[in-house]
Antibody, heavy 123, light 107 residues
């Protein structure tokens, strides 16, 4: 069974930093690109960042202005999101999501999601 | 930047058909995916590559994509289908985009 379990969320002051983790199990992590998607309270889904299976390609939303960095450790079946210079508007549930593939081709969709971890940025 | 537009809400009677649209420039030339999200839960993929259903998704969910509009259709809508639905596409270069979401109410 595919499982994605996020951790590391919490309350942080504006300007602070936080590192989120996502533990993957039930599949071979090094075969899949992975993503972070966030959802502010009462709002819609917003794609945050993507990392290819071997970390060769990393993409992030323009709105983040380089404050967030995605990384992964396939040997530890883990995905990370380092968040710096946090702002009140970064308050959201952060989801780890797997990109679907078929016959080694990226389907450009998210076929499994974690339960999310809440990040609250407030003074 | 690429944008996807969805209507805010759709109401449907049980057993009837609900259609949810998603508009974007030349969206028909990209693959559209759809997600269902119920309150307090994580999103669930219901349609990918415009028309395909993941394993375990009921046949009443179907999709299409042409021109500038992708459509998610729920045939024989059930009370359990009441949820928020989001479309999503890859902009063709480096970014993923979500629509703003449509709330489906089963009256």
């Amino acid at each position: 069974e595919v499982q994605l379990v996020e951790s590391g969320g919490g309350l942080v002051k504006p300007g602070g930093s936080l590192r989120l983790s996502c533990a993957a199990s039930g599949f071979t992590l090094n075969t899949y690109s992975m993503n972070w998607v966030r959802q502010a309270p009462g709002k819609g889904l917003e794609w945050v960042s993507s990392i290819s299976s071997s970390s060769s390609y990393i993409y992030s939303a323009d709105s983040l202005k380089g404050r967030f960095t995605i990384s992964r450790d396939n040997t530890k079946n883990s995905l990370f999101l380092q968040m710096n210079s946090l702002r009140v508007e970064d308050t959201a549930v952060y989801y780890c999501a797997r990109e679907g593939i078929a016959v080694a081709a990226n389907l450009h969709c998210f076929d499994y999601w974690g339960q999310g971890t809440l990040v609250t940025v407030s003074s | 930047s690429y944008e996807l537009t969805q209507s805010t809400s759709v109401s449907v009677s049980p057993g009837q058909t609900a259609s949810i649209t998603c508009s974007g420039d030349k969206l028909g030339k990209k693959y559209a995916s759809w997600y269902q999200q119920k309150p307090g839960q994580s999103p669930v993929l219901v349609i990918y590559q415009d028309t395909k259903r993941p394993s375990g998704i009921p046949e009443r969910f179907s999709g299409s994509n042409s021109g500038n509009t992708a459509t998610l259709t729920i045939s024989g809508t059930q009370a359990m289908d009441e949820a928020d639905y989001y479309c999503q596409a890859w902009d063709g270069t480096t970014r993923y985009v979500f629509g703003s979401g449509t709330k489906v109410t089963v009256l």
